[in-house]
């Protein structure tokens, strides 16, 4: 968990540059310079003193920002800049804030385009494909592998017609390190779950639902969370019938196998309560 004063600094980054962001002419780009920068500042400890050195003035930050970057990118600089001027929890936090705010160039030029919410769906297709393949999942999250070797192989199997926000961000899960990737692309779709202002659930089902069910536990939701709902499905073959429904930390067993656990526990409570009599 971060701590207050870097959640704080973060949000107050977003809202300093939101006007910059919207008005960026590349966004990719913008936020694959800011992952290279977050990338240095994690692995570099001289770069990232030298981004914190209090004596360097914005301007000679934002040099330094645009000497270290592959390519120009001044509202990757900018923000670099924007960031070591703010306080956080801890020094590694600065690098933490700049891949959130590469993530957040990715939404907010999908949401411009009318493209986020497929941006979503592509990935959580991608999550499926890693789900139900182990060994590619832990190809990308393999840590003895190099940087370029997972970001390669991530490259290799995307297919062409994602979108480009959606190649960044699975991508970058691929760069990242820690957890498994599938479980790294679930919380960014979480993310963008959030920023579009909705909820979303996850559900299990042995088949597909019907539209009638989505509609039934869109409205449930809705009641309970009073915000729109998202749902995810994961089919999971192994229940019989029935789904199970997750909404945060919260899960709801609705499956076949759940049901007739409750009912053999009735009949056990049934027959304990006629034995005593």
């Not at 120009?72 to 933490?96: F, G, K, Q, Y």
Request: overall charge positive.
């Amino acid at each position: 968990m971060r701590g207050q004063t870097s959640r704080l600094s973060l949000k107050n980054a977003k809202e300093k540059s939101a006007e910059e962001i919207l008005k960026s002419a590349d966004p990719v780009s913008d936020a694959e310079a800011l992952f290279f920068l977050s990338s240095l500042l994690s692995s570099h400890d001289k770069v990232l003193e030298a981004f914190l050195d209090s004596s360097r003035t914005p301007q000679e930050k934002e040099v330094l920002a645009s000497s270290l970057l592959p390519s120009p990118s001044p509202l990757a600089s900018r923000i670099s800049s924007l960031l070591s001027s703010l306080l956080w929890s801890r020094r590694e936090d600065v690098a933490w804030a700049a891949d959130e705010m590469g993530k957040e160039c990715l939404m907010e030029g999908a949401k411009k385009k009318g493209s986020l919410q497929k941006v979503r769906g592509e990935m959580e297709s991608f999550q499926s494909v890693a789900l139900s393949n182990p060994l590619l999942d832990r190809c990308l999250s393999d840590k003895l592998a190099s940087f370029s070797k997972r970001t390669d192989l991530c490259q290799k199997i995307l297919p062409e017609a994602f979108e480009p926000e959606s190649r960044a961000f699975c991508k970058r899960c691929a760069q990242k390190e820690g957890g498994r990737y599938s479980e790294k692309l679930l919380r960014e779709t979480e993310k963008i779950t959030s920023f579009l202002g909705e909820v979303g659930i996850e559900v299990r089902c042995a088949s597909p639902l019907s539209k009638a069910q989505e509609e039934s536990l869109k409205d449930a939701y809705f009641k309970k969370m009073k915000k729109p709902v998202h749902i995810r499905q994961i089919l999971d073959p192994s229940l019989v019938g029935g789904f199970s429904v997750r909404c945060g930390a919260e899960v709801t067993d609705m499956s076949a196998e759940a049901q007739l656990r409750a009912l053999s526990g009735a009949m056990k409570k049934k027959m304990a309560f006629s034995i005593k009599i």
